[in-house]
């Protein structure tokens, strides 16, 4: 079946760069996500990719996408403590636009350090 | 338009009554989804509309859950009998027709809380 994996928690000292990882299995997946989540709140799109690319660079983030090993990754860079939230990667099978189902992984805590 | 809403955003209630919530998507869009947060957890999709028509539901969606778009804009989910388990942030999406049909902007979220 479909499946989304993260590594649970990150913490990066505030202007390093942050990488986090998440895999996935659909190898029919088309387009790839990152969210962010801030404590309380509804998730904001940051950015996504479709499954042609290997790379998007969006400001200080940039996603690299390596279908071959089915993992997807996002750079901050010069991270700040605005950054420190939740994480979540998530995929969705049909481009189409027929289907409503994205599949998330758990989630990555970002901790960024004064 | 300020994005998708939610109504109401926490709502605590005893086990066994039924709870309703609503969501008004972002004017243009056509789409809207339902998920399911749980604590620790990412979202778990729970079911689809373009315009008026539920084209898909989850096998999480318990013959408890229903969710209705009547006239294709505001959605609504209810939930009856509620259960200790059903306590989540229920999130509402929603996406335009076209090239931005992929990409979904989620509402703040409403937090059930069954005693």
């Known amino acids: 079946g479909e499946d989304v994996e993260q590594s649970l928690f990150l913490s990066v000292r505030e202007g390093d760069s942050s990488v986090i990882n998440c895999t996935y299995t659909?190898?029919?997946?088309?387009?790839l996500y990152w969210y962010k989540q801030e404590p309380g709140a509804g998730l904001q799109l940051l950015t996504y990719?479709?499954?042609?690319?290997d790379m998007k660079q969006d400001q200080r983030l940039t996603v690299l996408l390596n279908k071959k090993d089915k993992h997807l990754s996002l750079r901050i860079a010069d991270t700040q403590t605005g950054d420190s939230a939740i994480y979540f990667c998530?995929?969705?099978?049909?481009?189409?636009?027929?289907?409503?189902?994205?599949?998330f992984g758990q989630g990555t805590t970002l901790q960024v350090k004064p | 338009d300020t994005g998708v809403s939610q109504d109401p955003r926490h709502k605590i209630t005893k086990r066994g009554q039924n709870v309703t919530f609503r969501c008004d998507p972002i004017?243009?869009?056509?789409?809207l989804y339902w998920y399911r947060q749980t604590l620790g957890q990412g979202p778990e999709f729970l079911t689809y509309?373009?315009?008026?028509?539920?084209?898909?539901k989850s096998r999480l969606l318990s013959d408890r859950f229903s969710a209705e778009r009547p006239k294709g804009s505001f959605s609504t989910l209810e939930i009856q009998r509620t259960e200790q388990g059903d306590s989540a942030m229920y999130l509402c999406?929603?996406?335009?027709?076209?090239?931005?049909?992929?990409?979904?902007?989620f509402g703040a979220g409403s937090r059930l809380t069954v005693l």
């Open positions: 999406a929603s996406s335009p027709r076209g090239p931005g049909a992929n990409v979904l902007t």
């Open positions: 659909d190898s029919s997946s088309t387009y």
């Open positions: 990719i479709f499954s042609n690319m």
């Open positions: 998530a995929e969705r099978t049909d481009g189409s636009g027929n289907t409503g189902n994205l599949i």
């Open positions: 004017s243009e869009h056509n789409r």
């Open positions: 509309f373009q315009n008026e028509a539920q084209l898909e």
